[in-house]
Structures are given as C-alpha cells and as structure tokens.
C-alpha cells in the first residue's frame, strides 16, 4: 500500500508526466506544421518556375520557327523596365555587349513583328527605342497593293504618311518595312491599316495603323544580330 504522501507524488508525477507529454507533442506538431508549410513554400515556387517555363518554351518555339523562315539571327532578352510616358518610349531589356548586341540593331517580336530599334548599348543591358518615338520615322509599304509611305508616331496613335493620293489602301492590309535608307530590315510586320484618312487641307493621304501587341505587355523581345 502507499502512503498518502507516495500516492500524492505518484499521481503529481502521472499529472507532469502527462503536461510534458502534452507539451512534446504540441512542440511535434508545432515543427510538423512548420516543415509543411515550408514543403508549400517550396512546392509554389516550384510551379510559379514550371510557369514561368512554359511561357518562354513557348516563346522560343515561335522563335525557332521565325528562325526556320528567316535569314536572321537573334538574342532573346528580357525587358526589365520602360519609359513610355514621354515622347521617348524606351524599353529596357537585360541584354547588352557582352551578350552581342549592337546599337542599331531591330529589336522585334516572334512572327518578325517590329518593336523598334536598340539605340544605347551597355555592358549587360540596353536601351531600345520604340516605334512609338515622336522623332523615328522610317519607310514602309503595304503587302498587298505595294504603296509606299512612312511612319510617324502621334500622341493619337502610328500613322503611315506621306502616302500618293491617287494610290488605293484598305483597312485590313498589313504594313511591312521596306529596308529604305537602311533603318530596319525589309520585310518586318509594323502592323494593319485600320483607317484611311482624307484631308481636305493635305495633298498626301494618311492611314492609321493598328499594332499587333499592347507595348505594355511585352515581356521578351529579339534582337536581330544578322542579316
């Protein structure tokens, strides 16, 4: 038999025995919570970059087949910041000299679609401007009918001007670069005429061109090293 003082420890030390059971296990539970949370973490991370990778396999698909159509060939780069609020409208991209790029250089999209054209070049980075700038114009002419005109760029929008009024262009009709006075190469898509403009004080024809791409938006740019 125990004595009361015996029974007194016995069941105080049952009682401590079950706290620090208790305390163990919650500490258990406590670390557990804490490695799945941090087996999410890693699981996220994880799909974001399988993402992240799905998009650029499928942008390089689209630039491998550019390249199979094409006598160019490109550095893919990255755009890590812009500059469109004013009359520059510059992106900047994470490719520079040490990577091959050169000033001078058309930067487009897959599908030979012109962005504009790299203007400063640094050892790890460039700046491009884009068809966008107030100042760059350059020569283009529509697919189809073969009229030829230039593009300006307005607070409005891209126009193709200067075009002969007696030569015929519809909406619809894509506008190409020509490869005159040698800015761009021949033949990169800047966009569709989606408005033929008649002015009675003008002796020239304008069109609005609508772009194929929200400047905005662009993630990842090519950048013609050859020709």
Same mark, same amino acid.
């Given at each position: ?12 030390? @049952?009682?401590?025995?079950? /706290?620090?059971?208790?305390?163990? @296990?919650?500490?258990? &539970?406590?670390?557990?919570? +804490?490695?799945?949370? !941090?087996?999410? &973490?890693?699981? &996220?991370? !994880?799909?974001? @970059? ?17 390249? +199979? ?21 510059? /992106? ?19 599908? @030979? ?10 050892? +790890? ?37 200067? /075009?002969? %009024? ?18 761009? %190469?021949?033949? &990169? ?5 989606? !408005? ?18 929200? /400047? ?12």
């Amino acid at each position: 038999t125990f004595s009361p003082f015996q029974k007194i420890s016995f069941v105080f030390g @049952r009682k401590t025995a079950d /706290i620090l059971g208790v305390f163990s @296990r919650a500490r258990f &539970l406590t670390e557990q919570n +804490k490695k799945l949370q !941090e087996e999410n &973490l890693s699981l &996220l991370a !994880e799909v974001t @970059r399988l993402a992240s990778l799905e998009r650029e396999n499928a942008f390089l698909q689209k630039e491998l087949g550019l390249k +199979k159509d094409s006598d160019f060939d490109f550095i893919l780069a990255d755009v890590i910041g812009s500059d469109i609020q004013n009359y520059s409208h510059l /992106i900047f991209i994470n490719k520079g000299a040490n990577d091959g790029v050169k000033a001078g250089r058309a930067a487009v999209l897959a599908g @030979r679609i012109l962005v504009g054209l790299v203007r400063e070049v640094y050892d +790890k980075n460039s700046k491009i401007e884009t068809i966008f700038n107030f100042t760059r114009r350059f020569n283009v002419v529509t697919e189809k009918s073969r009229v030829s005109g230039v593009v300006v760029a307005q607070s409005s929008g891209v126009f193709m001007d200067l /075009i002969d %009024p007696q030569k015929q262009v519809v909406p619809g009709e894509r506008v190409l670069t020509s490869g005159a006075a040698g800015v761009f %190469p021949k033949g &990169l898509l800047v966009g569709e005429i989606s !408005e033929v403009i008649n002015r009675d004080n003008q002796i020239l024809k304008q069109a609005r061109i609508s772009l194929p791409y929200n /400047i905005k938006k662009i993630e990842r740019v090519l950048i013609i090293v050859s020709e």
